[in-house]
């Protein structure tokens, strides 16, 4: 079974940053299309950043330039690097595996933003 186990959240002030960390077990990573989506309450689990398989990246028009994702496929982790974050950015972060079968998320971790 696919576990996705994601660290790195917490509070910050706006202009600062934060890393985010999923840590996957339970298949081969290292084929698999992995994710990062947030959401907030009332609204739709939106994108923000994918990172495929050959390391190709698609990101969100509203993170484009502030985060970067990266993947270490000896590690079976995937991570969120973001900068200059803004109180728009206040969500839970989720991790995502889009694998050949299921698709599978973790748990989400908070990230707030706010001054």
């Known amino acids: 079974q696919v576990q996705l186990v994601e660290s790195g959240g917490g509070s910050v002030q706006p202009g600062g940053s934060l890393r985010l960390s999923c840590a996957a077990s339970?298949?081969?990573?290292?084929?698999?299309?992995m994710g990062w989506y947030r959401q907030t309450p009332g609204k739709r689990r939106e994108l923000v950043a994918t990172i495929s398989q050959g390391g190709s990246t698609n990101y969100a028009d509203s993170v484009k330039g502030r985060f970067t994702i990266s993947r270490d496929n000896a590690k079976n982790t995937v991570s969120l690097q973001m900068n200059n974050l803004k109180p728009e950015d206040t969500a839970l972060y989720y991790c995502?595996?889009?694998?050949?079968?299921?698709?599978?998320w973790g748990r989400g971790t908070q990230v707030t933003v706010s001054s």
């Open positions: 339970g298949g081969r990573f290292s084929i698999w299309t």
């Open positions: 995502n595996a889009n694998t050949p079968g299921p698709s599978f």
